[in-house]
């Protein structure tokens, strides 16, 4: 089934990153890809974009393409999603997720980690 | 970007009650229609994939259908445990997009 588990929440100021980790277990870690999700407090949900856990390859959503960072480490089985120039309207839940199905992606998102919450404050 | 809306934003109904959630889609998405519960302070969890298509685990009395642009989620019978909001998701067309939820709360 597989299970992702994510880092703690996190404070930051404005204008600082953050990085947060997504650690696999359960599946092959390069099988699948991961892709990351946030809401901000109230809200829906968001999707940010995906990292190929074998090749690296990326692909943000055009918002986050110049602020946004996802790796992998195979050695760890763990991907990172990096954030960077926070503003107070990133304060938001992030998620990691799994994609599932037939193709490489886009398929359905099953499962999802526990999320980490990021405030952006002064 | 391919806009999922969804009706209502929220309803209440009473254990027992039969409710459906539309969404539709701005441009067709073919059968990449999923939906997901999500309970406060919770991830979301995948219920049904491919529009129709139940998830392991999920009871059956939640279902799913449409096409194209138009797809519902049925929940007949509803539980207590049942409670919560529900998102669709298009996975046809990049950007993979939400609609806005639907809260089902208690009357």
């Known amino acids: 089934q597989g299970q992702l588990v994510q880092s703690e929440a996190e404070v930051k100021k404005p204008g600082a990153s953050v990085k947060v980790s997504c650690k696999v277990s359960g599946y092959s870690f390069i099988g699948q890809y991961i892709h990351w999700v946030r809401q901000a407090p109230g809200q829906g949900l968001e999707w940010m974009g995906w990292?190929?856990?074998?090749?690296?390859?990326?692909k943000y959503r055009e918002k986050f393409q110049d602020r946004v960072a996802m790796t992998r480490d195979t050695s760890t089985n763990t991907v990172y999603m990096e954030l960077r120039r926070l503003r107070s309207d990133d304060t938001a839940i992030y998620y990691c997720a799994r994609d599932e199905g037939p193709t490489s992606c886009c398929n359905w998102f099953d499962p999802w980690g526990q999320g980490t919450l990021i405030t952006v404050s002064s | 970007d391919i806009q999922m809306t969804q009706s209502p934003s929220s309803l209440s109904a009473s254990v027992g009650d039969t409710v459906t959630i539309t969404c539709r889609a701005s441009?067709?998405?073919?059968?990449?229609l999923n939906w997901y519960q999500q309970k406060p302070g919770k991830a979301p969890k995948l219920l049904i994939y491919a529009a129709s298509t139940l998830r392991s685990g999920v009871p059956s009395r939640f279902s799913g259908s449409g096409s194209e642009t138009d797809f519902s989620l049925t929940i007949s019978g509803l539980q207590s445990d049942d409670f919560a909001t529900y998102y669709c998701?298009?996975?046809?067309?990049?950007?993979?997009?939400f609609g806005q939820g639907t809260k089902v709360e208690i009357k």
């Open positions: 990292i190929n856990p074998s090749s690296g390859d990326t």
């Open positions: 441009q067709a998405s073919s059968i990449y």
């Open positions: 998701q298009q996975t046809y067309s990049a950007p993979p997009t």
